[in-house]
């Protein structure tokens, strides 16, 4: 049986992250990878030599100012899988790289991370080619069952580490780290042998695994990822890719950090969420949902998919919010077209019923709605927030406990 580790590995999406996370508007801030390369060479991460480029003439000019038989030229978005996709390609002159940028920017980059919309490719790194010799795998995160971060290490570099996890976990090596010491340098050689690094580049290896770890509690990383993890065949140990993700909450000690949220890259509802301090997430599904409280909103979504439905998205309006904090969230969750009904689930503690009721009857008279909503409310005010949603006029279904919002929510959706 995988531990909850590796599972966490093999999913590694940012919805898992979320739900086990009270109170955020989401748990991470994703940069670039040129971005992530800059940050770790203040580390002294070694990473390759590159240039961002914007335009195809700058891709070339890139290119002649690395000036190496090969340059890899490498689009630059917010996911996994570039390579597969077409966003990752080998050039052998200035003039090749200049052809792949007019073909690759402007490109909508599909990869297993994208969705099948894909995204908008805007910004190139030229880097210099290197002799690979190995590839490899290092990751550093925070392992939520024990409280630790853990460093994990892989010699299938270069892959979907997802896939190795679910087919092949004990090529995953991991090393849980003392809080109060940090990584230790014989964790470090430890994971260095594990992959077979040569015994003559172990302490190289070693150095390397303590830069990144430094890099990551300094950075207050949620995610450091190094796919892969590149030996060359002249001995060098370079971070061929980077993956970094910041902790949101800790983003007020590194206010220089905010210049690297590239917006484009994120989705727009969930960009206006983030305004209200609200934790929305957008998902595939046709039934908005509305909750207080991230274990509810796990909860919601999973009796949803039990009765045969697909939740739209998560959204925690939170257990403090105000009435135009609700109104905010409803005017979201209905801005997503794909919405077909609306669940509100709501268990008023510090957050009262009547309230919600309110906010939601005032957003949707503002809007105008005409697609089905079904209320399920308990908890502090809960007679007079049914009372509001009965009197509103705007046809609201209520619901008695879960099973029977979730029926009522499914079956409205699939006769709207």
Known sequence: MKDRLLLFVQRKVKLLVLFKTKHRRKIFMKIHEYQGKELLKNYGVPVPRGIVAGTPDEAEQAALELGTDIVVVKAQIHAGGRGKGGGVKLAKSPEEAKQ?????????LVTHQTGDEGREVKTLLIEEGLPIDKEFYLAITLDRVTGRNVFMASKAGGMDIEKVAEETPELILKEAIDP?????????????????????????????????????????????????????????????????NFDDNALYRHKDYAELRDLGEEEPLEIEASKYDLNYIKLDGNIGCMVNGAGLAM??????????????????????????????????????????????????????????????????????????IVARLEGTNVEEGKRVLRESDIGIISADGMNDAAEKVVAAAQAA
């Open 299 to 372: 909860a919601t979504m999973d009796i949803i998919k039990l009765a045969g439905g697909e939740p739209a998205n998560f959204l925690d309006v939170g257990g403090g919010a105000s009435q135009e904090r609700v109104e905010q969230a409803f005017k979201i969750l209905l801005a997503d077209e794909n919405v077909k009904a609306v669940l509100i689930n709501i268990f008023g503690g510090i957050v009262r019923c009547d309230m919600v009721a309110n906010g939601v009857v005032a957003a949707a008279k503002n809007l105008g709605v005409s697609i089905p």
């Open 100 to 108: 792949i940028a007019e073909q690759m920017l402007g490109m909508m």
């Open 180 to 244: 109060s010491v940090g990584l230790r340098p014989f964790q470090a050689r430890n994971l260095a042998f594990g992959l077979g690094i040569p015994s003559d580049l172990v302490n190289q290896a070693s150095k390397f695994m303590l830069s990144l770890y430094d890099a990551y509690e300094k950075m207050d990383a949620s995610l450091l990822e190094i796919n892969p993890f590149l030996l060359t065949k002249d001995n060098r140990l370079i971070a061929l890719d980077a993956k970094v």
